[in-house]
């Protein structure tokens, strides 16, 4: 009896247009159009990439911040991609938001549109060339007089020393073979990898993700469709088929889990598909694929288990519960950030106990930590959490059922 209840409920899935578009055709609708606004997003506006400046050299002769700037624009990582125009070109360039700074070699100064991080990385890279400028220049300083005290006749460089560091490269040129512009330039293009782009983890930090697993959640409770359905048809006083299931010598529990598990199956598989599309499009989700499957099953199990809950209230009429299951997926979803991004770390920080309490933003955070944490522990906490609750509402709306007696059928 079992098999056949559960390959019953299977055909019915499978004719039923209306929960396939919600569970199946309108989350990959929503994900394609999602996909489309912000799929690109993070790539050019979030990720580091090297900064556009343009350089004004008046005097074309050897600059050490010249070295310094064509090291820090070399390979693949470059930090810099270095344009040299004149005063007047970089300043509209400037204007025109093609380049991000100036920087005068001549006088080492910078001018910037706006304060940023990356305005802020161009200040730095000046200021770490002048240390290192005015190092250099100390050093030989009192190389030169500690060589005067040593040895009288000894011949000195001629020119006297530069007191801004403006063409001190010229007066280094004399020192006795030592070519220590070089390795100022080493030093400071070895401090680039200070300033690239360092994850934190191995998973993605693409923020717009958020909103696909939302998408995930959201699909997972309209699983809840289903099994207001199939509550509907257990009882008596709701529908034709409750009539003959309360008349029939078989148990009600085997016609529960016969169903159930049928929805519960079918509900997965479409999961699944969702979720081989997503990443066919390019969301990035990562590569705990089993967990991943364990999600969407948990995911699809706390969904049925609302529509269980609903379904088992007797006095409302089907359109009613379909109304309240909608409504309040929708809530929960959104509150995990389907529509607002950042609005599910708002709740964590001022009332975190709903987020520990919302299917949807328990199974987004699931995601989340399976892509970006490198253990298990939230993700494990979040199945627990989900498997308890899911398991309660079960409980309480079967026991709702079993407890309604009919004066006839």
């Known amino acids: 009896m079992f098999i056949r209840d559960f390959l019953y409920m299977i055909k019915i899935m499978v004719r039923g ?19 489309m606004a912000f799929g690109n997003i993070y790539e050019q506006d979030e990720m580091f990439r090297n900064i556009k400046v343009a350089v004004v050299t008046e005097d074309e002769s050897i600059n050490g911040l010249n070295y310094m700037l064509d090291a820090l624009s070399e390979g693949d990582d470059a930090l810099l991609a270095v344009t040299r125009m004149s005063e007047r070109d970089a300043e509209k360039a400037l204007a025109d938001d093609e380049v991000e700074g100036i920087i005068y070699t001549d006088d080492v100064r910078l001018t910037v549109a706006e304060s940023s991080v990356n305005a802020s990385i161009l200040e730095t890279v000046l200021s770490e060339y002048k240390q290192y400028e005015h190092a250099i220049m100390d050093i030989y300083k009192d190389g030169n007089e500690l060589k005067g005290d040593m040895s009288a006749g000894s011949t000195e460089l001629e020119g006297d020393m530069p007191a ?146 609903v379904g088992a209230i007797s006095r409302l009429a089907e359109g009613t519960k379909i109304g309240i299951v909608i409504g309040i997926s929708m809530v929960m979803s959104i509150m995990s950030d389907l529509c607002i991004n950042g609005l599910k770390y708002e709740i964590q920080q001022h009332v975190p106990i709903i987020n520990k309490l919302n299917p949807a933003a328990l199974i987004s955070d699931s995601f989340y930590a399976l892509n970006v944490y490198s253990d298990h522990r939230v993700f494990a906490e979040n199945i627990v959490i989900m498997t308890v609750e899911a398991v309660v509402l079960i409980t309480v709306g079967i026991l709702m059922v079993r407890r309604n007696r009919y004066a006839s059928v």
């Not at 680039?192 to 993700?209: H, M, P, V």
Request: proline fraction near 1%; charged fraction near 15%.
């Open 17 to 35: 247009k209306v929960t396939i578009f919600w569970t199946l055709v309108f989350p990959l609708l929503l994900a394609t159009f999602m996909h």
């Open 164 to 309: 801004d560091g403006i063409g001190f490269e010229h007066y280094m040129a004399g020192a006795s073979g030592v070519d220590d512009m070089s390795e100022l330039v080493k030093k400071l293009s070895d401090q680039k990898t200070y300033y690239t782009e360092k994850a934190s983890t191995e998973g993605s930090q693409n923020i717009y993700n958020n909103y696909f697993y939302a998408i995930f959640a959201m699909s997972c409770l309209f699983a809840s469709l289903s099994s207001i359905g199939m509550m509907n048809n257990l009882q008596a006083n709701l529908s034709a088929t409750g009539k003959r299931k309360n008349v029939s010598p078989q148990r009600k529990m085997t016609f529960v889990l016969a169903e159930f598990a049928a929805l519960l199956l079918i509900h997965f598989v479409v999961e699944v598909v969702s979720f081989i599309y997503m990443s066919f499009i390019g969301v990035d989700f990562g590569d705990r694929i089993w967990e991943i499957l364990l999600t969407l099953f948990v995911g699809c199990f706390i969904g049925l288990a609302l529509g269980v809950i």
